[in-house]
Structures are given as structure tokens and as C-alpha cells.
């Protein structure tokens, strides 16, 4: 079978790479360099085991601008993203859409992987069928399959979760389940794409709430001169109590997910004359976080250098979006800072933040370390060398001696 991905960023690469074990699968996307760069087997984005999965089944990989693509593929996956500053604003969905529309041929599932306000399924089977003249559900099939994977550790959830698929109509629905059945990928069926979209909608503003409560407690426990990791684990031991040992408090909620879904959300409750102050209250406490965390590196170091490890919005990626680092950067500007990131573009940070990015060494070479990101390459222990005797402030606890002051543990 063949299977067109559209649209290959984060999700986009690892998703089409996990399914060319099997299918034959051809990258549509906008982005000519990156379209070069995908055909000649090399993936942009630092996802581990995502080269592996190139190099492994690089005959059954290919990368195009040319939505034509489209004509010979069995299932078309759109993957394509929403403006950031107005994350409920389709438009770019709509026009991929149009594109499908206008190249697509009969019997072809489409499957919609990108997270969307609830009712654009919907929205987007007229637009194909008004450009295809195919109707949706018999000339076409379609639905929506909301793509949960995380990153940095995308290859095996894109494997391991289950898939939840919402059809336009049943056929469409199985069809969906059908490609991912024959990977040995569990799947489910819901009634409608709407509750597929609003299940996903729904996922990501509890994890941000979750995330909110463990930063408001590691803002308590610092006031209470109290640790939050014990706390954590103790309120955690009560069984009905799940999230406080699956999140710890951060800098703050980043990434491109966590931070727009609860916008996408809030937007279509009120379309329908609803506001959720829950969301609000999510919002403001996990924008607030970077800068509660500049405060505190302010009042442990008075002018001087700060060295920055870690400018993602989280460990082992390189995902440099609505990372809290910038918040944190901005407020701290005042300071000499040298930052340094193992997986983030230097190139990249630069245009970024502002600030050039400097080697391991000359960061730990600081008044003051602040640990931003947790990624691996710091748990190493020569690195955890370089820093046993420097000042620390452990934002996302990692480390652990009477040098570091970590969040949420007062004292
Ligand atoms: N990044 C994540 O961790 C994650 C996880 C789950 C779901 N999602 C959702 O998946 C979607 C994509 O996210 P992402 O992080 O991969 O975004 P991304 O920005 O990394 O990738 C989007 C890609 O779409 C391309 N594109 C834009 N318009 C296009 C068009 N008209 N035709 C073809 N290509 C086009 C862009 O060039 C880009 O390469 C979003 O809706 C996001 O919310 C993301």
C-alpha cells in the first residue's frame, strides 16, 4: 500500500518513518529544504531512533513539494500544524485540504492527525469533496486519529499508544483501524470525529492542569519551607491521587502542544457560549511559572554571569517552541548569560533568543547554573562533575548536593 504524509514536521517525520516498515510512504510538504533534506533519507528533526528508521527503510521513502502524490496513495495522513499565535485558526489545514481535494482519487482514506477545534473533520471532508467531486464516506473516506505521540519519545508511542479513531462513517472508521491492525497497532473506535477531537483537546488541557498544580505545589512547598518531591510522593500515595507521580513542577509548560490546546479548547466552548475558568486558571499559573523561576535565580545571585543548561521546553529534543527558556532569558537580561544546549541548533539559538550559544565548559563557568531542560546528556556523570562544585538552581530536578538549590524544595 501506499501512504502520503502531508505535512513532515515533528510529528510528520517519526509517524511516516514508523509506518514505512510497511507501507511505501511519500512526505508531502511545503518546505523545499526540508523536502530535500527528507529525500535524501536525512531527518531534520533530533528524534532518537528516528535515522535508524530512515536508513532502514530508506527504499520506501520518499519527499516531495508536488501534491500529485496524493494520486497514487491508498491513505493520505495530514499532519500540518495551526498558526501559533492563533492555534484555532485552520486555515493552513484548509488549504492542504484543497490541495487533497483537487489530487485525489477514488477509494482513498484520509485520516487527519493534526490537533483541530472541534467540528473541523467535518469542515475539511466539504472542502475535499467540493474540490474532488467525490463525496465523503463513499468516493472518499475520512476521519480523524489524533495524534498523541510525545516528543523525544515519539518512535515508541507512535508504536505502543492506542490509536483512537473517530469516522465520518463506519467504513471510514475501520479503514483507519485497518492500517495501523496490520502493524499490530492497537486501535479504538469512538462514535464521531468530533469526540476523537475533542478527546484530544480534552488530553492535553489535563495535562497542562496537572502540570499547573505541581508548579503552584513547588511554589507552596518553597514558601513552606517544605520539599515538594517528598510532598509528591506522599499525596501521591493516596490511590485515587494519580497525577503527582506521573508530573513534576518545571520553568514552566512549553512545547508546540501543551501550550495552544487549551486556547483550541477554550475557543470552541466559547462558540458555544461556554468559558472554562479551569483553563484560565491553568494558563496563568503555567505562564507565570518561567518568571516565578527567574525571581528565584535572581535572588541567588546579584548581578554576575549565569550559565543556562538546557534551552528546550524539555529533555532530548530540540524542539526549541514556546519553550519557558525564553521567558526565563528575557527576564534575566540584565545578567550575563551564557547558554548552552546539546540537541538545539546553535545556528537556530542565536536567532532565537538573541544570545550566542557557548560550549558545555564555558557555561558551567558561571556564578550561578540553572538547569532549564532535563535531557540526558546532563545526567551524565562527567557532566555532573563539571558541576559539583558551582552553584546550581535545578529547575527540573536532576540533581541532587548541598550546591543545588532545586524548585519546590524551600529552605
Ligand atoms: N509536536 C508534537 O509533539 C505534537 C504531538 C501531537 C500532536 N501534534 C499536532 O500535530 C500537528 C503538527 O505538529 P508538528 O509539531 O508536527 O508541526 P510542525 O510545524 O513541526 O510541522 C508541520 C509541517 O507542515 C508543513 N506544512 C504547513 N502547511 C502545509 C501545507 N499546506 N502543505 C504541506 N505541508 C504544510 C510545514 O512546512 C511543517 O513542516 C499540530 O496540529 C500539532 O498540534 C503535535
Known amino acids: 500500500m501506499n501512504g502520503c504524509i502531508v505535512g513532515a514536521g515533528y510529528v510528520g517525520q517519526p509517524l511516516g518513518a514508523v509506518l514505512s516498515s510497511r507501507y511505501n510512504i511519500t512526505y508531502v510538504d511545503i518546505n523545499s529544504d526540508l523536502v530535500r533534506s527528507l529525500s535524501d533519507h536525512k531527518p531534520t528533526i533530533h528524534e532518537p531512533g528516528l535515522e535508524d528508521l530512515f536508513k532502514k527503510n530508506k ?63 467535518r469542515r475539511l471532508a466539504s472542502i475535499i469533496e467540493r474540490e474532488s467531486g467525490l463525496k465523503a464516506g463513499e468516493g472518499f473516506y475520512m476521519c480523524h486519529c489524533p495524534e498523541r505521540m510525545r516528543e523525544s519519545k515519539a518512535i515508541q508511542d507512535i508504536l505502543n499508544q492506542e490509536k483512537i479513531i473517530g469516522g465520518l462513517n463506519r467504513k471510514s472508521a475501520e479503514l483507519g483501524a485497518k492500517i495501523f491492525d496490520d502493524m499490530g497497532i492497537k486501535t479504538r473506535i469512538v462514535s464521531s470525529p468530533e469526540a476523537a477531537e475533542y478527546i484530544k483537546l480534552k488530553t492535553n488541557e489535563l495535562l497542562a492542569t496537572h502540570i499547573a498544580i505541581q508548579n503552584q505545589m513547588a511554589r507552596e512547598c518553597d514558601a513552606l519551607g517544605l520539599d515538594v518531591h517528598e510532598i509528591r510522593e506522599m499525596v501521591g500515595s493516596d490511590p485515587r491521587i494519580t497525577c503527582t507521580s506521573t508530573f513534576i513542577p518545571g520553568p514552566g509548560v512549553g512545547g508546540y502542544c501543551l501550550t495552544k490546546d487549551s486556547y483550541i479548547l477554550q475557543k ?38 549565569i550559565g543556562i543548561l538546557g534551552l528546550t521546553f524539555k529533555g532530548n529534543t530540540d524542539d526549541l517552541r514556546e519553550t519557558p527558556i525564553k521567558r ?6 540584565e545578567h550575563t548569560l551564557r547558554i548552552h544546549d546539546p540537541h538545539a541548533d546553535p545556528e537556530e539559538v542565536r536567532r532565537f533568543f538573541g544570545i550566542e550559544h557557548v560550549g558545555l565548559e564555558d557555561a558551567v563557568n558561571s556564578d550561578l547554573i540553572l538547569i532549564g531542560a532535563d535531557h540526558d546528556f546532563y545526567r551524565n556523570p562527567e557532566v555532573q562533575n563539571l558541576l559539583r562544585n558551582r552553584r546550581v538552581y535545578d529547575a527540573r530536578n536532576i540533581l541532587d548536593g548541598d550546591n543545588v538549590k532545586k524548585l519546590g524544595v524551600g529552605r
Open 268 to 305: 470552541t466552548l466559547n462558540e458555544k457560549g461556554l468559558h472554562s475558568k479551569l483553563i484560565d486558571v491553568e494558563r496563568e499559573i503555567n505562564n507565570s511559572q518561567p518568571l516565578y523561576v527567574a525571581d528565584e535565580v535572581k535572588r541567588m545571585v546579584e548581578g554576575g554571569t
Open 59 to 121: 527504499e520506501r521513502i520518499s519527499a516531495t513539494t508536488d501534491y500529485s502524490a496524493v494520486r497514487n496513495s491508498d491513505f493520505v495522513m495530514l499532519c500540518v500544524g495551526t498558526p501559533q499565535d492563533m492555534p484555532w485558526d485552520t486555515r493552513y489545514l484548509e488549504e492542504s485540504a484543497s490541495e487533497i481535494g483537487r489530487n485525489l482519487s477514488k477509494g482513498t482514506l484520509i485520516m487527519v492527525r493534526s490537533t483541530v477545534p472541534v467540528g473541523t473533520n
Open 328 to 333: 526565563i532569558i528575557e527576564s534575566l537580561k
